[in-house]
């Protein structure tokens, strides 16, 4: 990935959080960083915002002036408004420092003002700007604007300007330094590095719950997933656990659809819904497929010869998202095409027998590749893939060997996708809700003895933990 935009940035820094790298050792790179790019002694007008791009200002004024450079810096709002900590403490320091400082004011502070110092900062805004320019910043911008005669330096991304598109009136920069990725609408910054850690990408971090569907205030039922779970003919708990699962990650209607086992599986919870049907691919499921977002196939299903000839034709017709786990894999052992534009979530086992080949990160890339599905290796480590990307996942402990906490996680993979996209970044934020989920009840009772159930209260616990 070589280019980012401004959600990608967001989840990599809290994921560098999560691996160990505070903000404020980002942010004093950065602002480092921007000052090693201005030559010593100069005089230079540093403008700051009440965000993080201001933060990284108020670092670059500090090593400024211990560069011997004349420095005066100006707070694009007040004091009090400034948005974090991290940059609070920057903005703090500078108090002990012998620089001039400028705090918030109005906007005819900036249309009278001539700027003739020899470099100008601009860390107004960077990669969180919303909409359109708003006062006093845009009247800012444009006394920058003005300041023909200095060099002017952004921070990030030119205040101003969208770092997605490129576009929006901002400040027109000589030179713009930015951080860790090139943003997709800025192709002539320059790149720094921050020490932002490899984990940051290659690992699934609570940044990826920023993915998350989010519930409408006012929605109603059934806007927020419905999903059919089609299980259940061998053993009646997975596809409750499943449901449960789903519903724990806020799906608003699971259903499950089974042969046979109908009133053993309303037993375990008045929360299911469940339905009886006669064969799996009967025109029953296929005609309420519409009336649904996603299926989950293959929960308890078993591997009844009968059962596996009509699954298939069953994932074959269905036409809305797929998750296939499970014996529903089994089933498409002879016919890997029907994995096309599914989700499937094997062990390593299932694995092996599916493609006959030992798992390794490069084969599961190349397996979602060649049959483009996304695929959710479980394991130690959970590898998941669309064919282009890799990310691991290392949530989730020993203790969660036990039977069922697979079913619990293809619930909720299958929740989030009949909720949203059929989205790799969903299938691995789903991985880390669950091993997360485990992690907690380990501190709970220990590695020995978790068992699936006690999985479902912990996993909205770890959404709102962590985002
Ligand atoms: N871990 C991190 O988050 C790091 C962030 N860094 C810096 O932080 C920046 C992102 O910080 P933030 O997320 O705080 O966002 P920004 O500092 O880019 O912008 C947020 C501020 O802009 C204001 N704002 C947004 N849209 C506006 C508009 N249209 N008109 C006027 N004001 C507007 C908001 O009210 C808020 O005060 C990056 O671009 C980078 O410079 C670096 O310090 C590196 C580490
Ligand atoms: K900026």
Redesign the pocket.
């Known amino acids: 990935m070589n280019e980012i935009d401004s959600l990608e940035m967001?989840v990599i820094?809290r994921n560098?959080?999560y691996w160990g790298v505070e903000?404020w050792e980002?942010?004093e790179e950065?602002g480092r960083k921007v000052a090693s790019e201005i030559e010593s002694n100069r005089s230079v007008t540093l403008f700051c915002?009440?965000?993080?791009?201001?933060?990284?200002g108020f670092v670059a004024a500090r090593y400024l002036f211990e560069k011997e450079c004349d420095v005066k810096v100006v707070l694009v709002?007040k004091e009090r408004s400034i948005?974090?900590d991290v940059a609070r403490d920057n903005w703090l320091k500078l108090k002990n420092l012998d620089v001039t400082l400028i705090e918030g004011p109005r906007k005819e502070f900036y249309n009278d003002l001539e700027i003739t110092s020899d470099v100008v900062v601009d860390a107004i805004?960077?990669?969180?700007?919303?909409?359109?320019?708003?006062e006093p910043?845009k009247s800012a911008v444009q006394a920058i604007n003005r300041a023909k005669k200095s060099r002017i330096v952004s921070?990030?991304?030119p205040t101003g300007i969208d770092p997605d598109t490129g576009k929006g009136y901002g400040v027109k920069s000589d030179t713009t330094i930015t951080?860790h990725k090139k943003k997709k609408g800025l192709n002539k910054a320059k790149l720094v590095d921050?020490g932002i850690p490899d984990k940051a990408e290659t690992h699934v971090g609570p940044g990826d719950l920023f993915f998350l569907p989010k519930r409408k205030e006012n929605s109603h039922k059934g806007e927020n997933g419905r999903l059919m779970v089609i299980g259940g003919e061998e053993y009646t708990g997975a596809p409750a656990l499943s449901a449960l699962a789903a519903l724990r990650s806020g799906c608003d209607l699971p259903v499950i659809y089974t042969k046979g086992n109908k009133d053993t599986i309303s037993g375990f919870s008045p929360n299911l819904i469940v339905r009886d049907i006669k064969s799996f691919d009967s025109d029953k499921i296929y005609k309420s497929s519409s009336k649904f977002d996603a299926a989950l196939i293959g929960p308890g299903l078993g591997r009844n010869s009968e059962s596996m000839e009509e699954i298939r034709r069953l994932i074959d017709k269905l036409d809305i998202k797929k998750v296939l786990d499970a014996d529903a894999l089994h089933a498409c052992k002879k016919t890997k095409t029907l994995l096309r534009k599914s989700i499937i979530t094997p062990h390593s086992g299932e694995f092996e027998s599916l493609f006959g080949k030992k798992p390794s990160k490069q084969l599961i890339k190349e397996f979602a590749d060649q049959y483009n599905c996304i695929i959710l290796k479980k394991g130690k480590n959970d590898i998941i893939s669309n064919g282009d990307t890799i990310k691991i996942n290392e949530s989730g402990n020993a203790g969660m060997t036990v039977g069922g906490t697979g079913d619990i996680l293809a619930g909720v993979v299958s929740s989030l996708v009949a909720r949203k996209d059929y989205d790799f970044r969903l299938t691995a934020a789903a991985s880390f809700i669950v091993g997360k989920a485990g992690d907690q009840i380990k501190k709970d009772l220990g590695v020995d003895g978790i068992i699936a159930t006690d999985l479902l209260k912990e996993i909205p616990k770890v959404r709102a933990e962590q985002v």
């Open positions: 967001a820094d560098a959080e903000p980002l942010m950065a915002g009440k965000g993080n791009n201001g933060g990284d709002g948005g974090t805004l960077g990669v969180g700007i919303k909409g359109r320019l708003r910043v921070v990030d991304v951080f921050i």
